[in-house]
């Protein structure tokens, strides 16, 4: 299933959610889900690893896309170090063994931010150390717990990218809005996203408009996303099913 939550709304209420489900989440959420599904798996990044490699070309796109972030991202510098990137990722069996040509320009700038990324002993040791976590896909149900506070910005975009791509069934995300990108609309058009923002501020235009196509539960949101959401339920501004609707949008 699809579903937006805004503001305030309690975000544990998808806990009707069957099992087959990934939930990134670092705190009540995780907790509130790991004692509704008894059988539901614990990621923990300073416990466990999995090796992503080799990927298909799909996944290696879009990791690429991660790992080289917004900065830079019409240079042809980067376009040609994702291109480089993608290749090495489809082509070899551990992360730490990336292997190209040192003369060529887009490989070394593809190594250098392999180099990058490899220096976070976390982001190291879940994802070059013997695999101890498995996805079995469509079977089975876990809660990531991804700290965002502990591991900081960048390790908790990654990993929780990460754990997005090598999952096939339902997605819950209660901060969408940090680790949303481009290509995460591929959720929205296979059905299987349940997302939480505090305001729709946080997703960028095109995602944006694929959310509000979802499912929607608005409360203690802004007035202006609650005047968003209302012109989506087709009320006509300034009426009084209009106001009615702001209104109960903006309540927490």
């Given at each position: 299933?699809?579903?937006l939550?805004i503001?305030l709304a309690?975000?544990?209420a998808?806990l009707?959610t069957?099992?087959?489900?990934?939930?990134?989440?670092?705190?009540?959420?995780a907790d509130?889900?790991?004692?509704?599904?008894?059988?539901?798996?614990?990621?923990?990044p300073?416990?466990h690893?999995f090796?992503?490699?080799?990927?298909?070309?799909r996944?290696?796109r879009q990791?690429a896309?991660i790992?080289f972030?917004d900065?830079?991202k019409?240079?042809?510098?980067?376009r040609n170090?994702?291109?480089?990137?993608?290749?090495?990722?489809?082509?070899?069996?551990?992360?730490?063994a990336?292997d190209?040509?040192?003369?060529?320009?887009?490989?070394?700038?593809?190594?250098a931010?392999?180099d990058?990324?490899?220096?976070?002993?976390?982001l190291?040791?879940?994802?070059?150390k013997?695999?101890?976590f498995?996805?079995?896909?469509g079977?089975s149900s876990?809660?990531?717990?991804?700290?965002?506070?502990?591991l900081g910005?960048?390790?908790?975009?990654?990993?929780?990218?990460?754990l997005i791509s090598?999952?096939?069934?339902?997605?819950?995300?209660p901060d969408?809005?940090?680790y949303?990108r481009d290509?995460?609309?591929?959720?929205i058009?296979?059905?299987?996203?349940?997302a939480?923002v505090y305001?729709l501020?946080?997703?960028n235009?095109k995602m944006r408009?694929?959310?509000?196509?979802?499912e929607?539960?608005a409360?203690?949101c802004?007035y202006?996303?609650?005047?968003?959401?209302?012109k989506?339920e087709?009320?006509v501004?300034?009426t009084?099913?209009f106001?009615?609707f702001?209104?109960?949008?903006?309540?927490?």
């Amino acid at each position: 299933m699809n579903k937006l939550i805004i503001g305030l709304a309690d975000k544990t209420a998808d806990l009707n959610t069957k099992p087959g489900f990934l939930l990134i989440d670092d705190g009540p959420i995780a907790d509130a889900f790991l004692a509704r599904f008894k059988r539901a798996k614990e990621f923990n990044p300073k416990a466990h690893s999995f090796n992503p490699l080799p990927m298909e070309y799909r996944k290696a796109r879009q990791f690429a896309s991660i790992v080289f972030g917004d900065e830079g991202k019409d240079t042809l510098t980067v376009r040609n170090g994702k291109r480089s990137l993608t290749r090495m990722l489809m082509e070899t069996k551990n992360l730490d063994a990336l292997d190209g040509d040192k003369k060529n320009d887009a490989d070394k700038e593809a190594l250098a931010i392999v180099d990058d990324l490899l220096l976070s002993p976390v982001l190291r040791d879940v994802l070059c150390k013997a695999t101890n976590f498995s996805f079995r896909e469509g079977r089975s149900s876990i809660v990531a717990r991804i700290n965002r506070a502990e591991l900081g910005d960048y390790d908790a975009r990654i990993l929780g990218s990460l754990l997005i791509s090598q999952f096939k069934g339902q997605i819950i995300v209660p901060d969408f809005g940090f680790y949303a990108r481009d290509f995460h609309t591929s959720l929205i058009r296979e059905n299987r996203l349940i997302a939480g923002v505090y305001t729709l501020s946080e997703l960028n235009p095109k995602m944006r408009q694929m959310c509000l196509l979802m499912e929607t539960e608005a409360a203690g949101c802004t007035y202006e996303d609650a005047e968003v959401l209302a012109k989506y339920e087709g009320h006509v501004p300034n009426t009084n099913a209009f106001n009615a609707f702001v209104q109960g949008a903006m309540t927490a």
